[in-house]
DNA sequence: CGGTTCCTTGAGGATGATCAACGAGGGTGG
DNA sequence: CCACCCTCGTTGATCATCCTCAAGGAACCG
């Protein structure tokens, strides 16, 4: 859990709900709210030329996004859209800045939570940049894996969702989970993947 | 500039002096020290499996580097190795957590320096991931041209090291810079490269 | 000079992208 | 309940691109 949703409220906040798939900013916007999901999921992403889309991260109940591009008063170098339903808790940056100065411990959270970010997207380049199809899918799927489990779990991502994630198409991905099925590293019925 | 040396050194820092090449610390080893580099050059990379390496980032005098792996209490996610000669302030990491806590202006400082790291590997997953060789290495280009000079510059760096950045090839990279020389979008004397 | 390191070129090959078409499932409204 | 639509999954054929491998040349430094 974030910053604490009286003290939100309580410095001017306002929860405003997004259908799936609407933007809550677009990338190159001055950034202007500290958003923060009490609903939903929210993924955040960038479309090259062609239009093809690469998804920066995925964002779910009761964590914040967006807060870098805040604190360094830049545009944001990525659109947000709800990728479901959303209940986002959104306050100024003006009071959001206000809130870090006045409750140091906030701004350690923050603080850990960012090097958090950084390992994961550091993380992240390394799996995907310079490795094969495979080797870049089982990392998608080994990081949305909360957890070390040995068990078996559906995969709850389209294969498009997941080429969109590694930089693939989906056929690409396609033919990599036929293979992978083959080779039991993976289960799947009817058309779900369990992993 | 980074934490005072003065400070850093009141709090029992050491500094410690790295020959070109030699390796500051390893992927998958615990985060021990807070760095803080006094002159030189230092590189984070990864390596796959057949050797490739992806350079994740470059870090020059005045620059401190692996503070997120310290933070969060986690293996560093890549290995930095003095890419030239370097004289390198070491803290230890008890020492570097009670300094923030100690200072707020200095934790504050650190949110937004990795605030900054965070907006620059975002901008750089989206120009590497999904984009043409020739877009990789403009992207590349611009980011280390600290300002919007329009000037040409000469680009510091050797074809093997851009393409270790942008996850090309060698002979990508000279290829591609040669069609940009036909295009005049670089100039090139005697091999170097001016931007 | 002699040895590195870096740059360059060409030929060939592998891989993932692209394009096109179709199948399967789920939900909605008549 | 059926027909339709829409999203998602699947397959095959073809293509372009970048990688790979091999070889040699240029620049630089002690």
């Known amino acids: ?45 960038n479309a090259n030329d062609k239009g093809k889309e690469f998804t920066q991260a995925y964002f779910t109940c009761g964590q914040s996004f967006g807060e870098p591009a805040l604190l360094i008063d830049k545009e944001y170098p990525a659109t947000a859209v709800a990728f479901r339903d959303c209940k986002i808790v959104k306050l100024s940056k003006d009071n959001f800045l206000k809130i870090l100065d006045e409750y140091p411990f906030i701004q350690k959270h923050f603080l850990n939570l960012l090097a958090n970010r950084i390992y994961t997207k550091t993380k992240l380049a390394k799996d995907i940049i310079n490795q094969k199809p495979e080797f870049r899918i089982i990392a998608f799927l080994n990081a949305q894996k909360n957890c070390g489990k040995d068990e078996k779990h559906l995969v709850p991502y389209t294969r498009q969702e997941i080429a969109n994630f590694t930089g693939l198409r989906v056929e690409t991905v396609i033919r990599v989970f036929s293979r992978m099925k083959e080779s039991n590293k993976i289960e799947m019925v009817n058309h779900k993947i369990y992993y």
């Not at 001017?12 to 950034?31: L, M, P, R, S, W």
């Open 1 to 45: 859990m974030q910053i604490d949703l009286d003290l939100l409220y309580s410095w001017g906040a306002v929860t405003k709900e997004y259908k799936k798939n609407e933007v809550i900013f677009h990338e190159d916007t001055t950034a202007g709210f500290y958003y923060q999901i009490l609903e939903g999921c929210v993924r955040m992403f």
